[in-house]
């Protein structure tokens, strides 16, 4: 545990006969004990989310199928380091102040925050919908930005922080641009045969056609478009609707719309349209 790693002390170790293959087993033991904690901690701040914004050392257990006691280490050791922080129900953690600051730096090094905001307005009056900025995160597309179209009584939308999963148009959108081959190969590494031929045709129609329209639950879709800057893809703009709202002899105008302001935004980005290097995912 990350506590019982930090309390470890030079005396225990003063106390061994030295001797060169044992130091070597140590280390060899430390560093894969160092990736095994890092990784849980990855795991932990993975559960947080839109929708769960804090979480007890039970949770994370069944969650992560951890041990409660080993779950109350991790959490309460990630509270010393200002990772976590002491949520308002008995036994709850919430993201603590650290997280909120890197999180701020780290969107503070994405210019395309800055810059999209007028762009997805434009998009939503245009369109009548929902306008969507995504960036790639640790795992997939994460949900930044939102423009609501507020001239309709019903609003379809998705909160900023949300993970997107890999069926999503964004997501497409993405893995058609990444040039790390090997961040795509890890997204797609959990499906099925059948579902990835379906995803490496997908893909293969949004670099074909530089967009992405996806059907969704309940009569919903959505559509998305490649953002880039000087460097590759750096973001996806994307639109939410109803299948009413965007019936087929709306949706190319739409997709159009759409594609013409991520152009408009990546020309200002300092990007190309038609995009960077893309990854063979073939």
Avoid at 59 to 79: H, I, M
């Amino acid at each position: 545990m990350l506590t019982e790693a930090v309390s470890r002390t030079a005396g225990d170790v003063l106390h061994m006969k030295y001797h060169p293959a044992m130091a070597n087993n140590e280390a060899a033991e430390g560093t894969s004990f160092d990736i095994q904690s890092v990784s849980r901690v990855g795991q932990i701040l993975g559960l947080f989310g839109p929708h769960t914004t804090e979480l007890t050392a039970l949770d994370v257990a069944e969650q992560l199928g951890l041990n409660r006691t080993t779950a109350y280490r991790y959490c309460t050791s990630l509270v010393t380091a200002g990772i976590l922080e002491r949520g308002r129900r008995r036994g709850g953690f919430v993201l603590g102040g650290l997280m909120l600051q890197l999180g701020i730096q780290a969107l503070g090094r994405r210019r395309v925050v800055d810059v999209a905001p007028p762009y997805l307005a434009e998009l939503s009056t245009a369109t009548g919908m929902t306008a969507v900025l995504s960036l790639w995160g640790a795992r997939g597309p994460v949900v930044a930005l939102t423009q609501e179209d507020t001239s309709r009584s019903v609003v379809v939308t998705v909160h900023p922080g949300t993970l997107l999963d890999v069926t999503a148009s964004q997501t497409r959108v993405f893995l058609a641009h990444l040039a790390d081959q090997h961040v795509a190969e890890r997204v797609l590494a959990g499906l099925s045969e059948e579902q990835r031929a379906e995803m490496e045709a997908a893909i293969y129609t949004v670099r074909r056609t530089g967009s992405c329209v996806v059907g969704l639950p309940d009569g919903l879709f959505a559509a998305a478009a490649p953002v880039f800057d000087e460097e590759g893809i750096c973001a996806t703009l994307a639109v939410l609707g109803a299948d009413q709202l965007a019936g087929a002899e709306r949706r190319g105008p739409l997709v159009a719309t759409l594609t013409r302001k991520a152009a408009e935004l990546s020309a200002e980005l300092g990007g190309r349209a038609e995009g960077g290097p893309v990854a063979d995912l073939r």
